[in-house]
């Protein structure tokens, strides 16, 4: 999840994600630049773009537009979640609770936003939801950790984690992607796990 003030650091912002392994972004519509940010990372082909915080159809329909590839919100707004799909762009609502996670399922949603997963009990609230819910897919994303992410990883039904720390705000705004190089390459080193020891 990364919030961009400015669109022209867009393109910079993608090379460092493709260079770092984790070309994937999760735009939010928070900014005036959000749209225009996410039509320059759609046209360069290489990274995997999304919308977040979309709150209302608008937001969807200009998201879309612009070449945003799936699309998540806080919560989960029937008629925001209906008029994705409607559109044939996958849709990633939030939820927090069994009757949340029913209800967007309900409306066709494939994956789910666990959020704010730290505040609403994280992976043993995932451990707990997997047993009444074993087809759910969740992304959780809320006070998570670089260090937590094995453990939630290494859930089945978590799909991916979302984070703002991988790209700060205050680093975007002042261009400093050797700085968010690091972060992506500090995130790669714990995805990957430990090198093999040859014997």
Not at 82 to 89: M, Q, T
Not at 105 to 129: D, I, N, Q, W, Y
Request: aromatic share 6%; hydrophobic share 50%; charged share 20%.
């Amino acid at each position: 999840m990364v919030v961009i003030d400015d669109a022209r650091h867009a393109a910079a912002f993608g090379e460092t994600l493709v260079a770092g392994r984790l070309p994937v972004a999760e735009v939010t519509f928070r900014t005036p630049a959000a749209e225009e940010a996410i039509r320059i990372l759609a046209k360069s082909g290489d990274v995997l773009v999304g919308a977040g915080t979309v709150l209302n159809t608008e937001q969807a329909d200009r998201a879309i537009d612009a070449g945003a590839q799936f699309l998540v919100a806080p919560g989960t707004n029937p008629r925001v979640v209906e008029h994705v799909v409607k559109r044939g762009v996958p849709m990633v609502p939030g939820i927090a609770t069994p009757s949340e996670i029913e209800l967007a399922t309900s409306l066709g949603a494939a994956a789910l936003k666990f959020f704010p997963a730290e505040t609403m009990g994280g992976v043993a609230a995932l451990k707990a939801f997997a047993g009444p819910y074993r087809e759910a897919r969740f992304i959780p994303t809320g006070g998570i950790t670089p260090e937590m992410l094995p453990s939630y990883l290494a859930l089945k039904n978590v799909v991916a984690c979302g984070g703002s720390w991988l790209a700060p705000r205050e680093f975007l705004a002042a261009g400093r992607f050797d700085a968010i190089a690091a972060l992506l390459q500090d995130a790669r080193a714990i995805l990957d796990g430990p090198p093999e020891i040859a014997t």
